[in-house]
Nanobody, 127 residues
Framework: QVQLVESGGGLVQAGGSLRLSCAVSGRTFSRYAMGWFRQAPGKERVFVAA????????YYADSVKGRFTISRDKAKNTVYLQMNSLNPEDTAVYYC????????????????????WGQGTQVTVSP
């Protein structure tokens, strides 16, 4: 079992920044990669960023490249998503997820690759 708990969401003005955290507990050694996804009201859950647990390789959706940074702290079993230059289109519930199996970078963008999910944290960006 793996437990994921997100925190750090909130309300921010356009152009502002937030840092999301995802605390990972349980069988953390079995995790190949961690991902962040987001879901806006009435829309599908979409990929934001991913990081491999061991090597720290990172992957981003085109919509967030250059603005968001994913990182992990192995000692703290925590994954972060630093979000800068936020705009109203970034408003969504953000979810942390983990996958135990190897996948090429592009495949880490698939919701179906992940088997454990957090409860989500709301991010609202006002104009």
């Amino acid at each position: 079992q793996v437990q994921l708990v997100e925190s750090g969401g909130g309300l921010v003005q356009a152009g502002g920044s937030l840092r999301l955290s995802c605390a990972v507990s349980g069988r953390t050694f079995s995790r190949y990669a961690m991902g962040w996804f987001r879901q806006a009201p009435g829309k599908e859950r979409v990929f934001v960023a991913a990081i491999t647990w061991s090597a720290g390789s990172t992957y981003y959706a085109d919509s967030v490249k250059g603005r968001f940074t994913i990182s992990r702290d192995k000692a703290k079993n925590t994954v972060y998503l630093q979000m800068n230059s936020l705009n109203p289109e970034d408003t969504a519930v953000y979810y942390c997820a983990s996958t135990p199996t190897y996948a090429r970078g592009s495949l880490l963008a698939l919701v179906s690759r992940y088997d454990y999910w957090g409860q989500g944290t709301q991010v609202t960006v006002s104009p």
